[in-house]
């Protein structure tokens, strides 16, 4: 059910997402600059909160009302950019958007965690964000639709409306919050005598995730390479479409793989290949070599989300869950500020090669302090 829930509304925002490029710097004359500004505050505010949403849903006695909190937010303001006239109102509903993104992350992750198998975690998280790419599959497909039925940007924006109702309904009514599963010691993998990891594994985690993070700016910034590169406004939501169907294809393997080999080795893998698209990203100049390059680009999270996520439940205190996922999304959602604003104007001031390389350089730079700092407490386990 919350994988059906995510789907739905990614669908919603998969509408808007991959128009928003255009719109803001063609309709609303916005420069790369500003796109850098809107996708990394927004992402910055929603790291703040959950923080604070990953320790009260520990506190709490249930973790589900803060999830449709969250959901509900986002669901009601996402359509509201139809009627943006500047380019400070995107800003304004991105960051009330990513507000309840903030409210819903944290809290739902633990809520994975607590009804999964430590052995399967991968595999939990890795069919969860299949279905979120699925719906990232389903919106832009919509609003190609759309936009080949004649409808403008504005009209795409507002029905993306609908899918979002549908979310929330599942969500109430569908979700159950059930009873945390114990994993004993032979279900989960983990000898009996594995001592839990140090305090500061989780923390050392999380300074490599920040390093890898500030080169991985938003995608929107891929999206507006395409169209530097020759692909055309009404095939952006069909190369999306493409760059989803990889993802959703690839995230539960993904996840099974991490379980099986290791949650560190998957996202070496998942780093490896963004450094590859990125290099690639830097020198396109074809939209054929934009179109392969995306596809190729669709592995990365389909081999890292899963597995990242696993890896804090693994780092983290049982008690603590909602504290570590909250700390884990603030990384990575705060450093989204830096890296979109970093990459803006390395783009404004030197083109989007020089931009995209950086991405890739940073990625290379991370790798090599995951692989030699963090420790993880499990061996593979058979699944």
Not at 33 to 43: I, K, S, T
Not at 302 to 329: I, K, N, S
């Amino acid at each position: 059910m919350l994988g059906l829930v995510s789907l739905l509304t990614d669908a919603s925002s998969e509408m808007i997402y991959p128009l928003l490029p255009a719109f803001l710097t063609g309709i609303l004359k916005a420069s790369p600059a500003f796109l850098g500004l809107v996708e990394g505050l927004a992402e910055a505010v929603a790291s703040l909160l959950k923080i604070a949403s990953g320790l009260l849903s520990d506190r709490l006695p249930r973790r589900k009302p803060l999830v449709v909190a969250g959901y509900g937010l986002s669901s009601a303001v996402r359509p509201l950019v139809a009627l943006a006239a500047a380019p400070f109102h995107v800003l304004a509903v991105r960051l009330l958007d990513r507000v309840g993104k903030g409210v819903r992350s944290a809290p739902r992750d633990a809520l994975v965690v607590e009804i999964t198998a430590e052995g399967q975690r991968g595999r939990a998280f890795g069919f969860q964000r299949a279905l979120d790419h699925t719906g990232a599959v389903v919106g832009p497909l919509l609003a190609s639709a759309l936009l080949l039925a004649g409808s403008d940007l504005r009209t795409v924006f507002a029905l993306a409306a609908l899918p979002a109702v549908l979310a929330m309904a599942v969500l109430v009514f569908g979700v159950r919050e059930g009873q945390p599963i114990s994993s004993p010691p032979a279900a989960s993998g983990i000898p009996g005598g594995a001592e839990p990891p140090r305090r500061g594994s989780l923390h050392l985690y999380l300074g490599v995730l920040a390093i890898f993070s500030l080169g991985n700016s938003s995608d929107a910034f891929l999206l507006l390479k395409a169209q530097e590169a020759g692909v055309s406004l009404i095939l952006i939501p069909l190369l999306w479409t493409f760059h989803h169907v990889v993802k959703a294809a690839v995230s539960t393997h993904g996840g099974v793989l991490a379980d099986r080999r290791g949650r560190k080795e998957a996202i070496l893998a998942g780093w490896f290949v963004y450094a590859l698209a990125y290099a690639g990203f830097a020198g396109a100049t074809s939209a054929g070599s934009i179109w392969l390059l995306f596809g190729l680009y669709g592995l990365f999270p389909a081999l890292t989300e899963g597995p990242e996520r696993a890896l804090v439940a693994q780092l983290a205190p049982a008690d603590e869950r909602g504290r570590a996922f909250g700390l884990y999304h603030a990384v990575t959602g705060g450093m989204a500020l830096f890296a979109s604003l970093l990459t803006g104007a390395l783009w404004q001031r030197f083109g989007a090669g020089t931009a995209l390389a950086a991405g890739a350089a940073l990625a290379g730079v991370a790798a090599l302090g995951l692989w030699t700092l963090v420790p993880e407490r499990t061996p593979p386990t058979s699944v």
